[in-house]
């Protein structure tokens, strides 16, 4: 498929909906690494999501001196071979709002600038005292690997075009937040989202957000509505659905997918990752662009999101972007909220 592209530790020829880690482990549950792990959704029961976001409540009750106190004397390292702007400083206020030190190692100030292996530079900040990692890398199942060697709790900050599972939490607690009825303690089950459609569109082919919100939201009861042109969205995104059939559709109009929404999810096209794909951009525009008008037109209750980074003006407009109904600000406050608990989580701290 053009526009799939592999990494070194990476599978990612395979159709969108089996782009995962080569590692074997991944289809299995996370028990073979370190407990607190949080590589991908899959390894997430509804238990567990009920647990990280009952977490996440209870931190964000605490006074900030009290949150301070949480994961003090404790060390976490931040290791990204990718630029990041929310992920990278949300882990790290996270981790310093809960009082632990953090180091940050990326590929342009660091000896993997020379060619230093993912594996020695895991060993080397375990060595260093890390108890610890959060990994953003562009390599499908690099946090898999770094887990395997390592012995030490990884969170994946994003590998590749494989997952973003904090994020896809973070995601669920801003829906959480605003749909009518629900609200951030609401109790998570398999029934929780009954009713709710997350239209998701944009470059699907190579989003790790749009693979984890897909592959976590129907569990809770959404129906997710994946929108784009065939460059973008390839038919075989439906097998991401995981209640088999009955959670993920593909609609190739926009204007009709918006009508059902209740959620809409914009993607950014991911112009580093298209080679050998052909598209259009003013055709994309006029078909798929998210403005204020066309959301008044056809779904004018709907909350828009946005996992970021935004180019204001090809996905969605500037207008649209800071309009009442986005909540692409709340998704960035509720992702220092989510990582807190994560981070708790791989620590193994009671909180």
Do not use: W
Not at 158 to 168: E, F, I, K, V, Y
């Amino acid at each position: 498929m053009s526009g799939l592209k592999s990494g070194p530790i990476s599978e990612a020829k395979a159709p969108i909906s089996e782009a995962k880690a080569p590692i074997s482990e991944t289809k299995a549950t996370g028990s073979a690494y370190a407990a607190g792990s949080l590589l991908t959704v899959e390894h997430l029961s509804i238990a567990d999501v009920a647990e990280i976001l009952a977490m996440t409540a209870r931190l964000e009750a605490m006074s900030s001196a009290e949150r301070a106190r949480v994961l003090e004397g404790r060390t976490i390292a931040l290791l990204f071979y990718e630029s990041s702007t929310r992920t990278r400083t949300s882990f790290e206020l996270a981790a310093k709002s809960l009082g632990a030190t953090t180091t940050l190692v990326s590929d342009k100030s660091s000896s993997i600038e020379k060619g230093e292996s993912l594996k020695d530079t895991g060993l080397t900040l375990r060595a260093l005292g890390a108890e610890a990692i959060i990994l953003r890398h562009s390599a499908s199942g690099a946090p898999f690997l770094l887990a395997r060697v390592t012995g030490l709790p990884v969170l994946n900050a994003g590998d590749g075009m494989h997952q973003h599972p904090s994020q896809a939490l973070l995601d669920l607690r801003t829906m959480l937040s605003r749909l009518p009825g629900l609200g951030v303690h609401a109790a998570i089950d398999a029934n929780t989202l009954d009713g709710v459609t997350v239209v998701i569109t944009g470059d699907i082919r190579h989003s790790r957000v749009a693979r984890s919100d897909a592959m976590l939201l129907p569990r809770l009861g959404a129906h997710v509505v994946l929108c784009g042109p065939e460059e973008l969205l390839p038919e075989d995104a439906l097998g991401l659905d995981p209640v088999e059939g009955a959670g993920i559709e593909i609609e190739r109009d926009f204007d009709a997918a918006l009508r059902r929404a209740d959620v809409v999810m914009m993607l950014r096209i991911q112009k580093e990752r298209l080679t050998g794909v052909d598209l259009d951009l003013g055709e994309y525009i006029a078909r798929y662009q998210l403005s204020v008008a066309r959301l008044a037109a056809t779904a004018p209750k709907a909350m828009v999101m946005h996992p970021g980074p935004i180019i204001r003006g090809l996905e969605i407009t500037s207008e649209m972007a800071d309009a009442p109904q986005s909540a692409i600000e709340e998704q960035v406050a509720q992702g220092l909220a989510v990582r807190r608990a994560v981070l708790v989580r791989a620590l193994g701290v009671m909180a």
